[in-house]
């Protein structure tokens, strides 16, 4: 794709004024459009729509929402003479960045694209971001976090705990919470596959750098429950319900007294009962106070 960049430049005047410095220009200075040039090989042009579509159209929105873009827009060269493209993807802004700011935008942009991608399902796109992020800085630690994701996703356990250990030696010491999440996400995997024991070892790690990371607290009570140790996980499920007291985690603490044998389980049982009763009645307060607030037609 070839590409060049416009000035967008409004005439002041046809002619300079005589008393105007020899310096001074009639025209005021406009936004810039980024203009790329593109063929299309034969029997492909639906491929490349679809690309249009779904990952340029999420990549044009996700920088018009930050503010790094004013709008972007696809011309059809419909009368295309030898030798012109077929199609000119224009990108209009109000500067012309700098090297720093490409790779950094590109960097965030490409991440969440890769995110984006992942949680709707769409996991094709999601791979495509995720390499293109490893082909413009091969071995950043973002890139590898998302690669190794996809990896899971693909059912390449032992590929994602690869990856996973490969970011955490790069990582500094000082990035507590980030090395705790990984060693939280390798236990976890750990775990899927029935490796307990390496999965309680990463766990009981990441612990260790943060006492009560609500992840890790989470998946180690798993891992306990499955070395049938529920005295164990009802402690680490306590825990986790004074650090994140949500229904989730309080189910999860009545299951392991209940596999503890606990009458306290009636108890909490009870209290997820109440907890996901309330959440269900704000749920209809606030569907009702958006009716109210509709406009009528």
């Keep these: 794709m070839k590409k060049f960049i416009l000035a967008a430049l409004g005439a002041a005047a046809l002619v300079l004024p005589s008393t105007a410095s020899s310096q001074e220009l009639p025209l005021k200075g406009g936004d810039f459009w980024d203009v790329g040039a593109v063929t299309v090989d034969d029997g492909h042009f639906g491929d490349y729509a679809d690309f249009l579509a779904g990952q340029f159209r999420k990549n044009m929105e996700f920088q018009k929402s930050k503010g790094w873009i004013k709008g972007y827009h696809i011309l059809a060269n419909v009368n295309a003479r030898d030798g012109e493209p077929d199609l000119y993807l224009v990108t209009i802004f109000d500067h012309v960045t700098t090297p720093a700011e490409d790779i950094a935008r590109e960097k965030e942009a490409n991440a969440f694209l890769a995110d984006a991608s992942a949680e709707l399902g769409e996991y094709k796109s999601a791979e495509d971001a995720v390499q293109w992020m490893l082909d413009m800085r091969p071995g950043n630690l973002s890139g590898l976090t998302r690669a190794a994701y996809l990896r899971e996703v693909f059912g390449d356990v032992d590929g994602a705990i690869d990856l996973y250990t490969t970011v955490f030696d790069r990582m500094s010491p000082l990035e507590i919470e980030d090395r705790a999440w990984i060693l939280s996400q390798v236990g976890h995997l750990y775990l899927s596959i029935g490796k307990t024991p390496e999965a309680g070892q990463a766990l009981e790690q990441a612990l260790k750098l943060m006492p009560d990371y609500h992840y890790a607290l989470g ?17 680490l499920l306590r825990r986790l319900c004074e650090v994140a007291p949500h229904a989730e985690n309080l189910y999860a603490l009545a299951e ?10 009636g108890t909490v049982y009870a209290d997820f009962e109440q907890n996901q009763l309330a959440s269900a009645t704000a749920a209809v307060l606030i569907n009702s106070e958006r009716a109210a607030l509709k406009p009528s037609t």
């Design 219 to 235: 998946y180690l009570a798993k891992v306990r429950l499955a070395e049938n140790r529920p005295a164990n996980a009802v402690t």
């Design 256 to 265: 392991a007294l209940h596999r503890l044998g606990s009458a306290q389980a």
